[in-house]
């Protein structure tokens, strides 16, 4: 793959080094490559499954649609990927201040659940999209969905749903997006989700923007 050089820096720990993730699954640490840092995912040898094979496979095929990090090479226990320093969605959303917080948010949310929808349409189910907090960040001023370690094709996909529901009803950031974006009350909203879940077409995604306000004008 090129690498030169693994670098131990980061928030997250193992013993003394530093990296940048530790999953279930793989740690994540940097990686330097010529000139360039990437980000590489290394396997754990307790994770539950023997390979990392099906989760490169499903990044790089969301990659073609412009959903997840960008994947640059991968092995059997390994997957080499472009490097982004994130925030977590809350702390940006917490971060919003002055003129223009519930436009830039609004667009925000809608870059999440428009990346849900190409995955829906692509029949990719993310699979842990129930929780945002560890799986959509952001970099470089847009979203970015994380970890298709769990994803899959064989069963019905439920991007939208899922993320709406953390987004707008059940997740520790959902009273701050219904306050910042003005959206009142879940009765509907969890009628219209009901309704996309049965036709995941694109008058029911239609008309889910609608009602969130994130409809273009």
């Not at 990437?38 to 095929?61: C, G, S």
């Not at 640059?72 to 971060?95: P, T, V």
């Not at 959509?136 to 064989?154: H, R, Y």
């Not at 709406?164 to 219904?178: D, E, I, N």
Request: glycine share 10%; with cysteine; net charge positive.
């Amino acid at each position: 793959m090129g690498v030169e050089e693994l670098v131990f820096q980061g928030n997250a720990k193992v013993g003394r080094l530093g990296i940048l993730g530790l999953g279930t699954v793989g740690i994540v640490v940097r990686a330097r490559v010529g000139s360039e840092v990437l980000a590489l995912k290394i396997r754990r040898t307790d994770a539950n499954r023997p390979d990392m094979e099906q989760e490169a496979k499903v990044t790089a095929f969301v990659n073609r649609i412009g959903v997840g990090v960008p994947i640059r090479a991968h092995s059997r226990d390994l997957i080499l990927m472009k490097l982004i320093e994130y925030q977590e969605l809350h702390d940006w959303l917490a971060g919003l201040k002055g003129p223009g917080t519930r436009r830039t948010a609004r667009a925000m949310i809608h870059s999440v659940l428009n990346q849900c929808r190409k995955l829906d349409i692509l029949g990719v189910d993310h699979g842990q999209l129930s929780n945002l907090r560890k799986h959509v960040v952001v970099a470089e001023g847009v979203p970015w969905i994380l970890d298709f370690e769990s994803a899959g094709t064989e069963r019905r996909p439920k991007n939208v749903t899922a993320a709406a529901q953390y987004l707008f009803v059940g997740g520790s950031v959902s009273p701050l997006v219904r306050r910042t974006l003005g959206v009142r009350g879940t009765g509907a909203l969890l009628g219209l989700l009901s309704d996309y879940k049965r036709d995941s077409s694109d008058f029911t995604y239609s008309k889910l923007l609608e009602f969130l306000k994130l409809a273009p004008p």
